[in-house]
């Protein structure tokens, strides 16, 4: 059964945050072909989530999915499910979560060009692209916006 919950990232145990790195590191390697490979730290994951509200998916006790969010832009930051459970709607309910909560609020996010299965899978949930920023090292992004 999928159980999601939210945290504020100072909430997280070490044991949890851990296990959110090594789950981002694992699907980034498999499913982002076109970036570098470098894994994220600890340090490195913390840094650039220290201020989002967490929200993660649980397969019975497994983490298989999560997204940050930046609750003063109304933000999605990091969105990631493992390889071995996309298309089974951990996605989509993670997705509703920040819907029903931002209820009536614009919801934006960054989707790399290269990404075309989240792009389809936002446009699907309502997102429209409303910019398109070309960057070095296939680093460019749609700014997605619902």
Not at 39 to 53: G, P
Not at 102 to 117: P, T
Request: aromatic share 12%; glycine share 4%.
């Amino acid at each position: 059964m999928l159980n999601i919950k939210k945290y504020l990232f100072h909430d997280l145990k070490q044991q949890e945050l851990q296990e959110l790195v090594s789950l981002y590191n694992q699907i980034r390697k498999e499913t982002t072909t076109w970036l570098d490979k470098d894994e994220v730290t600890l340090e490195d994951f913390s840094d650039q989530v220290e201020v989002e509200t967490i929200y993660i998916a649980y397969e019975e006790e497994k983490m298989v999915g999560f997204l940050t969010f930046y609750v003063p832009d109304n933000f999605i930051h990091l969105f990631f499910v493992d390889a071995t459970s996309q298309g089974s709607g951990i996605g989509s309910k993670l997705l509703a979560e920040i819907v029903s909560d931002f209820e009536g609020e614009e919801i934006s996010l960054k989707c790399l060009i290269h990404n075309n299965a989240a792009i389809s899978f936002y446009e699907r949930k309502g997102f429209t692209i409303v910019e398109t920023h070309e960057l070095e090292k296939n680093q460019g992004y749609h700014l997605m916006k619902k």
